[in-house]
């Protein structure tokens, strides 16, 4: 597969964005992309479904190379960020404005609190049976005035029956925002599809982040996750499941990223001496 990386900014609803594997990444930081997310609850649900917020990482990006559902679903999305240090890397390698990182781990109390401040609610919708559950109960422990409208886990197939009643029980509770936890590409295109059938103000992917809220899975050390090598202490975690994600995408994720580099600077025109 050919592979095509525009970079620069291309903004999209008046937002400063690069563009990185050709997915259109935010550039403003956390607080003015939880602010942006939150005031849309505020307005008239769109008859179109609800705004979309997705994230990319390496691996995300890596699959969106090969899947082009994927892809299409993150391009049609209102809002991608970044989630990993390997986008910023990217954007630095490539001469792209470098994203601000937003972290599940860290944003989900920062939109917890706004949420308990505007009266705003939420839905779990993703990970094991009972994770789920108990990440709902962590947020009500930590924040008692948080409107938590229900919590389901996300082992079913889209466009299943089970899919159907997932759809029904979101509706029936007209959740504001509905977090949606089941892995990449899963949970994007259960969004793609299923979106517009959401009674919702916005529907957001975000990975494993019921496991870190629920305590099952423990936090890297800071000083490797503030240094871009939380992937390490994930791998050593999970070395069964996040093996492949690491030891195989992260090479090919620089390989592209530096091929990329290589084509963009043989493309340049030569600079004229003076």
């Not at 050919?2 to 259109?24: H, K, L, N, S, W």
């Not at 490797?224 to 992937?231: F, M, R, S």
Request: proline share 8%.
């Amino acid at each position: 597969m050919q592979m095509t990386m525009e970079v620069g900014t291309a903004p999209r609803r008046g937002q400063r964005q690069a563009r990185i594997f050709d997915i259109p990444v935010e550039l403003d930081p956390p607080r003015d992309l939880l602010e942006r997310i939150t005031g849309w609850v505020r307005e008239d649900r769109s008859p179109d479904g609800p705004r979309q917020v997705m994230y990319v990482n390496a691996h995300v990006l890596n699959q969106s190379r090969e899947d082009p559902h994927l892809r299409d679903a993150l391009e049609a999305a209102d809002l991608v960020y970044c989630d990993g240090y390997g986008v910023r890397l990217a954007a630095r390698a490539l001469d792209a404005p470098v994203p601000h990182r937003m972290t599940g781990a860290d944003w989900v109390w920062d939109l917890a609190a706004l949420c308990e401040a505007q009266g705003a609610s939420i839905y779990l919708l993703g990970s094991e049976p009972m994770v789920s559950q108990r990440a709902a109960q962590r947020l009500r422990a930590r924040f008692p005035r948080l409107r938590v409208a229900g919590s389901h886990h996300g082992y079913f197939d889209p466009g299943s029956p089970h899919s159907d009643r997932v759809v029904e029980d979101v509706n029936a509770r007209r959740p504001d925002i509905v977090l949606v936890g089941m892995g990449s590409p899963k949970q994007e295109l259960w969004v793609r599809g299923t979106a517009a059938r959401l009674d919702a103000g916005v529907v957001w992917t975000v990975g494993a982040l019921f496991d870190y809220v629920s305590g099952r899975v423990p936090r890297a050390p800071a000083w490797l996750a503030d240094n871009g090598l939380e992937w390490i202490f994930r791998l050593a975690v999970e070395p069964q499941r996040m093996w492949r994600r690491y030891l195989v995408g992260n090479p090919q994720f620089l390989t592209r990223v530096m091929a990329q580099a290589r084509a963009g600077r043989t493309d340049r025109p030569p600079q004229r001496r003076h």
